[in-house]
């Protein structure tokens, strides 16, 4: 039925001359690769996450997280950082 709906919409919209967007991809990324490491890293990490009570998938998700989160917060205390070299006087306003 949703079919039919979209291709009705859509001979409507063109005998009309309405604008017809083009299809949008929400979501590109699947949410899944493999990585292929060292079975000693394999180990430790699951150790870990059973030390913490969760899953070593939800143990690896909180590590990227958090490696994400300190990129971040090292980018933007470089550019404060460019900026008050570059600029001293404003930058402390």
Excluded: C
């Excluded at 060292?38 to 699951?46: E, F, I, T, Y």
């Amino acid at each position: 039925m949703a079919e039919d709906a979209r291709r009705g919409w859509l001979t409507v919209a063109y005998e009309h001359g309405m604008e017809i967007p083009l299809p949008s991809y929400p979501e590109e990324y699947s949410g899944k690769f493999n990585v292929r490491l060292p079975r000693s890293l394999h180990r430790k990490l699951a150790e870990a996450a059973e030390h913490d009570g969760v899953s070593l998938n939800t143990y690896v998700i909180s590590l990227l997280e958090r490696g994400t989160a300190q990129d971040d917060l090292v980018s933007r205390l470089e550019k404060a950082l460019e900026a008050h070299q570059s600029n001293p006087v404003a930058s402390a306003r």
